[in-house]
């Protein structure tokens, strides 16, 4: 019998993955919070998946993180900052045996999450697709993308990932996961902030070429310097083509902003800005562009850290 997913976090990822986990027929249980929202899910009869128009509902059944049985898989899909927290909620129900899969933005969280619970088995995950929600348990799925994962401790790849083949989860275990983790910060860096800060689409970067640029400038120096060569490889071209890409596309830092959410910020700027401080490589831009970013959402009310 199949190893039951658990799937921590009923954002937009991991609503994605749930769906299409139960969609093929493998076990799926999602852990809520506590008592009241586990009720309100139970009231809304499950997840739906809109895809291409069509809603679909799975039924997957809840629990709250409090339950005692315990976790052999947990996929870990809330925001970074939730995430060393979402893990401590559960943490009685893991064991030398349990295996995460950490479906974080940045870098910085993970190494929290691995700290919490020593014994279990930390697989990263990076990736690109896309997703919205357009209500409560509800996920619309807005561009098929790739997800990489990779486990820097133990290189060898876990059987589960043919449950992902059958959920139609396109993925790729990936040797060098830190590059690619490493690879997407320095991306988001080049373009969240300025969109946040310049109030456009990323299309609306191309009228700022000199502050990306610079940017990537930095990032690419710092990669080289903390021994990810590999991640500094041809930065400013592929910003570049992200940037035309998903020229119609808001930044998800900008979504946050918008919906009056709070950002990651302390595992994309932050943790970028903290490095270059500890490698002792000079970035006054990406400094300065934190700062700029932390008045601009201290302005809002929004945290800023």
Not at 207 to 221: G, N, P
Request: aromatic share 6%.
């Amino acid at each position: 019998m199949s190893t039951t997913w658990h799937v921590l976090g009923a954002g937009s990822l991991g609503t994605l993955w749930a769906t299409r986990l139960a969609r093929a027929g493998l076990p799926v249980r999602l852990v809520l919070r506590n008592e009241q929202r586990l009720q309100a899910y139970r009231a809304s009869g499950g997840l739906t998946l809109v895809e291409q128009g069509q809603a679909l509902c799975y039924p997957v059944p809840g629990e709250t993180a409090q339950s005692p049985e315990p976790i052999k898989r947990l996929l870990l899909a809330c925001k970074a900052y939730d995430a060393e927290a979402a893990v401590a909620s559960v943490a009685h129900r893991l064991s030398a045996e349990t295996e995460l899969i950490l479906l974080q933005n940045g870098l910085g969280s993970q190494d929290a999450v691995a700290n919490r619970v020593p014994l279990a088995r930390c697989i990263c995950a990076s990736s690109t697709e896309g997703a919205f929600r357009d209500g409560d348990w509800r996920v619309v799925f807005a561009g098929h993308g790739y997800t990489w994962l990779g486990d820097p401790a133990h290189p060898v790849a876990p059987v589960w990932l043919d449950d992902l083949g059958a959920a139609g989860i396109p993925h790729e275990w990936s040797a060098d996961i830190l590059t690619r983790l490493w690879r997407k910060l320095a991306l988001n860096c080049a373009i969240n902030p300025l969109t946040v800060l310049h109030h456009c689409k990323n299309g609306g970067l191309q009228e700022h070429r000199c502050e990306v640029a610079t940017l990537c400038a930095e990032l690419s120096d710092l990669l080289e310097r903390c021994g990810q060569p590999a991640a500094a490889e041809d930065l400013p071209a592929e910003v570049e083509r992200v940037i035309q890409a998903t020229a119609h596309n808001y930044s998800s830092m900008y979504q946050d902003v918008a919906n009056q959410r709070r950002t990651e910020i302390s595992y994309l700027l932050g943790h970028a800005c903290a490095v270059a401080q500890r490698h002792g490589v000079a970035a006054p831009h990406l400094e300065q562009m934190r700062q700029r970013l932390i008045v601009h959402l201290d302005n809002l009310g929004l945290p800023s850290d």
